[in-house]
């Protein structure tokens, strides 16, 4: 992988498992970043609501090429 | 989240993924903690039985407020 | 658990998500080992392509029984 | 030190600043726990609202003796 | 809290104290970012002059939420 | 070991070793926690006196069943 | 340091060695930000290719003061 | 800082808050260590008595410069 | 120490105490591998049986050199 | 990357740099596994001689490919 | 504890376990160092010489209480 | 490596590279102590000016024998 990255940290949500907050994360994150590589899991948390897992939550870190 | 909160470690297990892990410790900790607020994935492990994955363990930190 | 275990780190994939890339890297190691018992999930990463996850990527270390 | 001592995690909140969250949290746990004797600094978190810090979070690990 | 956040990390100081620093990197980074919903505090050094404490530096990560 | 497991952390003291400062983590906290499956060591410290060790000092995480 | 600093991460590539992968990142992200007055060396990683180090791979985090 | 520096690590311990067992470790270090030039907080812990928090304790590495 | 070394990591077993387990996991490698040289604990854990401590479980690297 | 990856640490030395005791790391893992792919720093060390550093040692985790 | 300390690690060494290996490092360190206080355990490590364990080494971090 | 050992922190700096580094923080060291025998690399950090590395700044921990 020749050339500069950059990373950022990015959080997904999704209210049926930590697959689908990755997913969500990398999506919302293509948006304003182009040429994304990777990504790495850093934290995975929940919210809880009711007695039950209302949110998973992922914090990616995304690397991406920058243009040069 | 003014109030104070105490966190628990519950382990749960499940056959086929971790989410149903997480749900299932969360469920089972919902029968004698109220008031529980968020997660944290602290450790993914699993036992293997005759060369397969026979069971998805995954200790979660449970956040849950203090009645004062 | 009695005896002498080894541990070995295994990287498997998938394209859906992180349970299948574990069941993917133990059942490749157990064509070479015997008696596995447990794994730990070390890290996850995971490719990108064309703004999407391509790949999940999860680094399992997994506990065998060595025979004796 | 001798004899056995348990280890329990609380989060403590203030709007002013950390030692005051430490404090919140002791005195609260002290309701239900005797014997208290050292704490730990676990997690240092906070709540913004509104471009302003809102309030201090802080995780304390409590160590207290049981009565034996 | 449903959506898509982003952390960035920033380094507070203050000659006081390590609420002081928190405030201000707060404060700081609210001039460009909206959105600001929570922060965790990552490192906690300083500067030390004639053999006191000249500074306290705080390093926020600081989590805010993308417009959608 | 399918079902529902909570862990808590305990701090064992001895005179002589850290092996005896688990057993009587272990065993105090068997007073009160039935089903105890596992532990594991998270610190090992210690009291000096005098130039000696007068205390070995061990926190072991101690994994029980939930009855169900 | 008086004021206010943020991090970046940034990834260098090098066939030579981790110095020049340093170098090379700290270069390019000199490009888009000013005032960058600290790094911190993350990770180091590399590519192999036949047998050999194709490419060294140093994420560094950098830090720059910013105007206010 | 061209040079070469050294690292000490030293507990300060303050009534009060965080802040003050800071200032009065690195004071006390200061009357045999010269040149001081940044700190570095290690660990953050305190004393507990009659429900109260009676001591706080700050580990600090400090780092200063060697004559040369 | 020239040459170029490899790493395994083994968990030995005991009844007894850590050190006994430490042994027993090196006897063991040392069938199959040669010229050992040094040893890294790397975790402690146990198993619990009838509320007292049944076994001892060690996870220590192994270092041993590789003939070129 | 598709497929399933093997991870296995070795530790190289060299008398002049990190870099080149990554290198030899490389070259000898090379003689016995095939397929490698990316290597990470573990571990930097090394050995002292009369006042001299005599040996840089790199542990480096290395991934190769496994035939399937 | 009021008052001001230092900590200094230490490396001892026992051919039998670890807990002497501790016990001889505190001995050693007690000829220069007076009131001691408390010690933790940093790491421990081991000689292997003819595939069997030669020696146990600990590093121990030593708390003393410096004269003011 | 029978005998008792201390270890103590020293950051090198060079404008060059990290092995520089290491060479001067030891070279340094071994001024003022003696039967020097091995280092561990801790951090890696440098300074920036005018948007290129100015220093490379490595935290090496040293191992030295104490005579007894």
New interface residues.
């Given amino acids: ?13 999704s209210p ?4 689908e907050a ?9 948006k304003t970043v182009h040429h ?6 850093i ?6 609501k009711d ?3 209302a ?3 992922v ?1 990616v ?3 991406f090429k ?1 243009d ?1």
């Fill in positions: 992988m020749p050339g500069i990255y950059k990373l950022i940290d990015v959080v997904g949500t049926s498992n930590f697959a990755v997913k969500s994360a990398i999506a919302e994150a293509g994304m590589s990777w990504f790495e899991v934290e995975q948390r929940g919210a809880i007695g039950k897992v949110e998973f939550q914090t870190r995304i690397g920058i040069t």
